[in-house]
Each structure stands twice: as C-alpha cells, then as structure tokens.
C-alpha cells in the first residue's frame, strides 16, 4: 500500500497543477488582458471552467489528506516554517474562490462586478505565485528547524530567490496551461487568436523564469543541476519537454490546436518528473543538509492501509463521474 | 493577546465561519431536490423557478463553504501541528472518506448548476440528489474525526507514544454517534427555519406571494419534523456525554459539587471565583435524570475532578443554555405549526405565525453554534480529550495575534458579502423568475 499512497500524492499534486492550475492561469490571463477584451475573456472563461472549477480546487484537498494523515511529518514541518507562505495562499484561495462564484451569482450585474474581477485576478495571480514559492521552499533547503530567532525560522526559510523563481515560474506555466486550455474552448477566430497570442506570451515568460530558477539555485545551493542532468529519467524527461515544446510552437504557429492541450500537459507533467524524480523519496530539504524523506516519515502500517483502500474505493467512485463532467461540458454549443 | 489565546480564538473563527456556511450547503440541496422534484412532476413552473433561485444560494454557500474548509484543513496544522503530528495518522480515515464525499458534491453541483437543459431532466434531477447526500456525509464524517477528538480511540497512549493505532475503530469512536446525529438535525433545523423565515418574510411582505408560500411549506416541513426530533437526540448526547465526560457535563450544568440526586439548572449567573450559581431555577433530580436515566442518581461535580482539568465553566454553562432555549423555543413554534395544520388552517391568514417564523431567522445559527462551544469549550484544556492539553499542541511560531485580526477581518467582509448578495438574490425574484404575481389574499380565498 506504500507504492498506492505515493501514487496518489504525486497524482494529486501533478493534477492539482494541471487543472487547478489551468483554472488560476485563467485569472492570470485576464490580469494580463487589454482592458476592452476582458469581458470576452471572461466570458469564454466562465463557460470553460465554471463547471469543472470546484472539482478542480479538490486535488489540493486530496493532496493536504493525504499529507496529513500518511506524512505527518512532513505536513507539520511545513505548516510550521512555512505558515507565513501557506497562510497568504490560503487567503488567495479564498477570495478567488468566492469572488469567482460571486460575480456569477450576483442577482444584480452593476459596479460590484469589477470589485469581484479585481478580487478574481489578483488573487489568481498570488495563489500560484505562493503555491510555487510553497513548492521551491519544501526543496530549497532553507527551512531551519534550529533557527531560534523569527526571520530566519519563519521568513527565510521560504524568502529566498530560488523559491521566489519557482513562484514566478509557477505563475506563468499556470498562465500558460490556460491559455492553451482557452484556445481550444473558443469558437470566434477572434478570440483563438488572442488566446494563442497568450500561450506564446507566457511561454515565453515560462522559459525565462525557468532560467532564473536555475540560476537561483545555482547561488543558492540548491543541487537541481545534479537532479535534472545527472539521472537518465530526469534527462530523459527534459529532452522530451524540449522536443514537445518546439512541436508546440510549430503547431501554436501554424494555427493547428488540435493536440496543443495533450502537448501542454505533456510538458508541465516532464518538468514536474525532471524536478522531482532525482530527489525523491526524498520530500523536504532541511538547512542543516537533513532531509525528510517519504517512507522515513510515513504513518504507522494499518493508517497507510486504510488511507490506499479509501483511495482506491473513492477514485473508482469518483473518476467516471469526473470523466463524465469533462466530457460533458467540453462538448460545444450550436 | 498570547498566541494560545490567539491560536484558539482564529480556530474558534474559522470553525464558527465554517459550521454555519457548510451547514446550509449540506441541507439546501436536499430542499432544492425536492422542489425539482416537484417541477419534474407537476411541471408546474413556480417550482423551476424556486429550484433555481434556491440553486443560487447553494453556489454562493458550497463556495464559502468548500473554500472555509480547505481554510481548515491547513489551520489544523498552521495552529496545531503537535496535534496533528500524532493525530493526524490516528483520526485521518474519516477525513480521508469526506475528500471522496466532498468531492463527489463538487462534480455533482458543477453537473446541477451548469446542466439545465443539457442533461436528461432526471438524471440532473439526481445530481442535485448527489450534491446533498454527499453533502451530508461529508457532514457526518467531519463530525466523526472531531468526536474522536471527545472520544480517542484507537490506539494505545503509552509512555507518551502513541502505539498500536487503528484508524477505523478510531473513527467509530463512542461518540460519533451521538454527535453526528445532533448535528445533522441541527443544521436541518436552523438552516430550515432561516429559509422558511426569508420566505415567510416575503410573503408578509406580499412580494410574489406563491412563489414564497410554495418554498416556504419546503423548508418548513424539514425544520419542524427535525425540531421536535431534536430532543430525542440530545437526550443521548446528554447520557454519552455524562459517561465519557463528566467534566463537560458538569460545566454545562456548573455542578460545582457532586451531589445525588443532582439537580437541573435552568439559567443562572455562575461564579467562577467562588464557585456558584445565583438566581437559577432549580429542578430537583432532573440532572440525575437527564444523565442517568434515574431520578436519584449521583451526578459527579468538578469537586472531583482536578483543578487544572476543569473547562470555563461559565462559558460552557451559558452555551448551553442558549442552545436548550432556543432548542425548547423551536420546539414551540412547530408545534404551533403542526397545530395549524391538523386543523386545517391556512398559515397565510395568521401574519403572527410567519412573524414567529421571520423571528426564528437566526436562531437555529445561534443555537448551533452554542451547542458547538459547548462540545469544544466543554472539552478544554484537552484537545485530546485526557491525552494532549490543548496549550501543549499550538505552533511555536509567535505573532499569531495577527494572523487573527487579518483572518477576523477576512471573514467579517466574506459574511457582509454574502448577506449583501442574498439580500439582492431576494430583491430579484420578482424580476427575475417573472411569474404573475398570486397575491396572499387571492390565494388564502
């Protein structure tokens, strides 16, 4: 049952990123939206996630279950040194959750819409901007458990550049899923265009971030060098990544958006394995060089065994139906 | 302010937030299931139109609810991570069970809300059918893990390791029972009387008189027969809780001294220096009663229990009787209501019963979370009831002060939103479900 619980956080997180993710890219994309085209944005927008968006924010729920009752180390450890961070991300996920729903609901559309909106894409920006910041703390090896004072236990530990880069690359791989994901739920040519316009933008940005993570870790020691070149599966995925994205752009350029959101999440799923797989089962970096690993924290034999049955019974429950509501709303309107 | 007190006031919060946001997520589904029900089968269109509107409120409610929830799920760590340390591996089943309830709720609203006249009527009929049952499974489980917390069980505490744990005897722990079904007619009662309220206000108000009377008899009938179940239910929750905890019992009566038989204290002004109660009526042997099934049972007292394991027991003893009150006063008003229907009288001639329903708006909350106090103040100092104090499991990171006024502030602004929107929902229904308006009078004739 080790292998079905460690299957599951990892599918959990990777989902998380890639359709909660995709969810906040869409309030970063209208952060970054002229203002005259906002409405429409915002409109294709609603009609592609509004169903699915709820089920979407239940991987993180998933995620943080599992972490607490397999990993309760790790979940304690986090939620101790890095309560600042998780804190501001939850106040994020707040005020974009209710302000999503809110500005749907409202009986009455006048003003308060656009306190909804601004609510809505600030927070669809800091959300994932401190979610990655929670990501490249957890490997950043900046978390000191000895610190006495309270800057360096409970600000440096997640303040630092390489965590700060993970944050900003988060953001824009988020915005990037988005658009892609938009691109494939527009029906004006209008409105494809300026969702390609988009995925190309934060592609972009992407890949400039993804420098600057590298070079924070270089300064900061964080050995992600040695974890993407030096393990064969890690290297492997990079070169698929590469090969993928040049096929992406080829295909972003040439108007075909068929098999563009196979490709996206193709590659954010190679970088999340380049990342990870070298350094795991190893999940957190202490500053002392200690790390908290997977199987060295995990809870006793028969909690781990009920919490793999629980899963296992409630993804049978729960796939289909999911599959079913993809399936069912991604199908488009006369 | 200290960070425990800091600590344990953002808990209270986000706890308090949470339980009156979800209680209304969990029990207007099933409201909503039967008005469509009602729609399907009669096609009469005022139903559509209160399937709808009432849709609204769940969409507004499942989102501050589901988002006050995920809140929690990290605060148990970001305030206790000594608790969950050890808790967590211990009491996780039942919450590992309600991610699957609680996502289920979520597919099934996102089919609800988005499926008008794309799924076949009956098949989105069930998935608002889904939405409230899953709904209130989550409810019963989340009520589990934190009757574990009353209750441990599974596993066996030994020299301060926590060994020999089963996850699954953890969550049929003595008092899940008990408080799960407390609850759960709990959140029908309130959330039933505030809806039949809202609506019986409307009808006062004469605007879209069918509309509001339709919706009205809904709710009404779900609050009323869960009211007057109520009783029956904290009856068993007085004798489990008198078993497995005397002190709880006893600060929510201020049973300074064990006495036999114990009497029933109704009201009150409790000493906490001196330990005593002034000005409370007395009835003899009914604590006794109450705990024991037996008019001359002993009734132990906090005499017999150390000092420093005592709960506020002001604070627990008022809680309780805010929540026996009010339970006692809903009681009344069904019975008023039940009344009336027996005698075939039509509630629309007599504004003095909906007056008494647009009165009972709040009170089903206020009891609520009354009796919640007294669950989780009752249970002090422990957070594992005679396991871990509460004081030994909060964050050793200080400033906690802050992160509490700035979730204060958070939830303040959610709650005037909400309240904000609903008020305009209410103020739409004439123009927006445009169904030519039935007046009170007409209808009553």
């Known amino acids: 049952m080790d292998f079905v619980i460690i299957i599951f956080l990892c599918l959990a997180i990777l989902l998380y990123f890639l359709l909660g993710g995709a969810d906040f890219g869409a309030g970063i994309i209208e952060l970054f939206t002229s203002q005259k085209n906002r409405s429409k944005t915002r409109k294709t927008m609603n009609q592609a996630i509004g169903p699915v968006w709820e089920a979407n924010h239940m991987w993180l729920i998933i995620t943080i279950v599992i972490l607490?009752?397999?990993?309760?180390?790790?979940?304690?450890?986090?939620?101790?040194?890095?309560?600042?961070?998780?804190?501001?991300?939850?106040?994020?996920?707040?005020a974009r959750g209710t302000a999503f729903v809110f500005r749907h609901y409202d009986a009455v559309?006048?003003?308060?819409?656009?306190?909804?909106?601004?609510?809505?894409?600030?927070?669809?920006?800091?959300?994932?901007?401190?979610?990655?910041?929670?990501?490249?703390?957890?490997?950043?090896?900046?978390?000191?458990?000895?610190?006495?004072?309270?800057?360096?236990?409970?600000?440096?530990?997640?303040?630092?550049?390489?965590?700060?880069?993970?944050?900003?690359?988060?953001?824009?791989?988020?915005?990037?899923?988005?658009?892609?994901?938009?691109?494939?739920?527009?029906?004006?040519?209008?409105?494809?265009?300026?969702?390609?316009?988009?995925?190309?933008?934060?592609?972009?940005?992407?890949?400039?971030?993804?420098?600057?993570?590298?070079?924070?870790?270089?300064?900061?020691?964080?050995?992600?060098?040695?974890?993407?070149?030096?393990?064969?599966?890690?290297?492997?995925?990079?070169?698929?990544?590469?090969?993928?994205?040049?096929?992406?752009?080829?295909?972003?350029?040439?108007?075909?958006?068929?098999?563009?959101?196979?490709?996206?999440?193709?590659?954010?799923?190679?970088?999340?394995?380049?990342?990870?797989?070298?350094?795991?089962?190893?999940?957190?970096?202490?500053?002392?060089?200690?790390?908290?690993?997977?199987?060295?924290?995990?809870?006793?034999?028969?909690?781990?065994?009920?919490?793999?049955?629980?899963?296992?019974?409630?993804?049978?429950?729960?796939?289909?139906?999911?599959?079913?509501?993809?399936?069912?709303?991604?199908?488009?309107?006369? | 302010m200290d960070d425990f007190l800091a600590a344990r006031s953002q808990m209270a919060l986000s706890l308090g937030f949470h339980i009156i946001y979800a209680c209304i997520g969990m029990v207007m589904p099933f409201f909503m299931a039967v008005s469509h029900y009602k729609w399907l089968r009669t096609k009469n269109e005022v139903y559509r139109d209160i399937t709808k509107a009432w849709s609204k409120g769940v969409a507004i409610f499942f989102a501050t609810g589901a988002v006050s929830g995920t809140m929690l799920s990290f605060?148990?760590?970001?305030?206790?991570?000594?608790?969950?340390?050890?808790?967590?591996?211990?009491?996780?089943?039942?919450?590992?069970?309600?991610?699957?309830?609680?996502?289920?709720?979520?597919?099934?609203?996102?089919?609800?809300?988005?499926?008008?006249?794309?799924?076949?009527?009956?098949?989105?009929?069930?998935?608002?059918?889904?939405?409230?049952?899953?709904?209130?499974?989550?409810?019963i489980l989340v009520v589990a893990a934190n009757a574990w917390m009353n209750s441990p069980a599974g596993f066996d505490f030994v020299n301060g390791e926590y060994l020999n744990i089963d996850p699954i005897a953890a969550m049929f722990n003595k008092a899940w029972f008990s408080q799960a079904l407390h609850m759960c007619l709990a959140a029908f009662t309130a959330t039933g009387f505030a809806v039949a309220g809202v609506h019986a206000l409307m009808i006062l108000r004469k605007q879209n008189a069918d509309f509001h009377y339709k919706a009205f008899k809904i709710a009404v009938t779900f609050a009323t027969v869960c009211a007057v179940l109520q009783p029956i239910s904290g009856d068993i929750s007085a004798k489990d809780v008198a078993k497995r905890q005397p002190a709880k019992?006893?600060?929510?009566?201020?049973?300074?001294?064990?006495?036999?038989?114990?009497?029933?204290?109704?009201?009150?002004?409790?000493?906490?220096?001196?330990?005593?109660?002034?000005?409370?009526?007395?009835?003899?042997?009914?604590?006794?009663?109450?705990?024991?099934?037996?008019?001359?049972?002993?009734?132990?007292?906090?005499?017999?229990?150390?000092?420093?394991?005592?709960?506020?027991?002001?604070?627990?003893?008022?809680?309780?009787?805010?929540?026996?009150?009010?339970?006692?006063?809903?009681?009344?008003?069904?019975?008023?209501?039940?009344?009336?229907l027996l005698r075939k009288k039509s509630i629309l001639d007599r504004r003095w019963v909906l007056k008494l329903f647009v009165l009972a708006i709040p009170l089903g909350y206020i009891a609520l979370e009354a009796g919640w106090v007294v669950t989780e103040v009752g249970r002090q100092p422990w957070i594992i009831y005679g396991v871990m104090r509460t004081r030994d499991a909060v964050t050793p990171m200080p400033g906690i002060a802050w992160s509490f006024y700035l979730f204060s502030v958070i939830y303040a602004s959610l709650n005037v939103i909400v309240i904000f929107l609903l008020y305009r929902q209410i103020k739409m229904v004439p123009t927006l479900y445009s169904q030519p308006a039935v007046s009170t009078q007409a209808k009553a004739n």
């Open chain 2, 75 to 139: 605060e148990l760590g970001l305030l206790w991570p000594k608790f969950m340390e050890h808790a967590g591996p211990i009491f996780g089943m039942p919450f590992s069970l309600e991610g699957t309830a609680f996502f289920i709720e979520a597919i099934a609203l996102g089919f609800f809300l988005y499926g008008w006249n794309k799924l076949n009527k009956w098949f989105h009929w069930f998935t608002g059918v889904v939405v409230g049952v899953s709904g209130l499974a989550s409810g």
């Open chain 2, 249 to 340: 019992l006893a600060a929510m009566e201020a049973l300074y001294e064990t006495q036999k038989p114990a009497p029933l204290l109704i009201g009150g002004v409790v000493n906490e220096k001196d330990k005593t109660v002034k000005y409370a009526l007395e009835i003899p042997g009914a604590l006794s009663f109450l705990a024991y099934g037996d008019f001359k049972s002993e009734v132990k007292g906090l005499d017999k229990i150390p000092a420093d394991e005592h709960p506020p027991v002001a604070v627990t003893h008022y809680a309780f009787q805010i929540m026996v009150g009010i339970g006692s006063l809903l009681v009344l008003i069904s019975l008023i209501y039940f009344a009336l």
């Open chain 1, 109 to 334: 559309k006048d003003q308060m819409q656009e306190v909804y909106n601004k609510i809505f894409i600030y927070s669809s920006f800091i959300t994932p901007l401190f979610l990655g910041i929670i990501a490249g703390s957890v490997l950043s090896g900046k978390i000191d458990t000895q610190a006495t004072d309270f800057v360096s236990a409970y600000v440096y530990s997640w303040l630092n550049w390489f965590s700060i880069a993970v944050g900003l690359f988060t953001v824009t791989l988020c915005g990037f899923l988005a658009a892609i994901y938009l691109i494939g739920e527009s029906k004006a040519d209008e409105d494809k265009k300026r969702f390609i316009k988009k995925a190309e933008f934060m592609n972009v940005g992407a890949v400039i971030f993804g420098a600057m993570v590298f070079t924070a870790a270089y300064f900061e020691d964080v050995p992600l060098m040695t974890w993407v070149f030096q393990n064969d599966v890690a290297l492997l995925a990079v070169i698929l990544a590469s090969l993928s994205l040049v096929l992406l752009w080829y295909l972003l350029l040439k108007g075909k958006t068929k098999v563009l959101r196979i490709l996206a999440g193709f590659q954010v799923t190679m970088i999340l394995v380049a990342i990870s797989y070298a350094h795991f089962p190893n999940f957190i970096r202490l500053k002392n060089g200690d790390t908290i690993s997977l199987y060295e924290t995990m809870a006793p034999i028969k909690t781990v065994e009920s919490l793999g049955w629980a899963l296992v019974l409630g993804s049978f429950l729960i796939l289909p139906f999911l599959g079913y509501l993809f399936y069912k709303f991604q199908q488009k309107e006369e």
């Open chain 1, 68 to 94: 607490f009752v397999a990993f309760p180390k790790i979940y304690t450890t986090m939620s101790v040194y890095l309560h600042i961070p998780l804190a501001i991300m939850l106040i994020g996920i707040i």
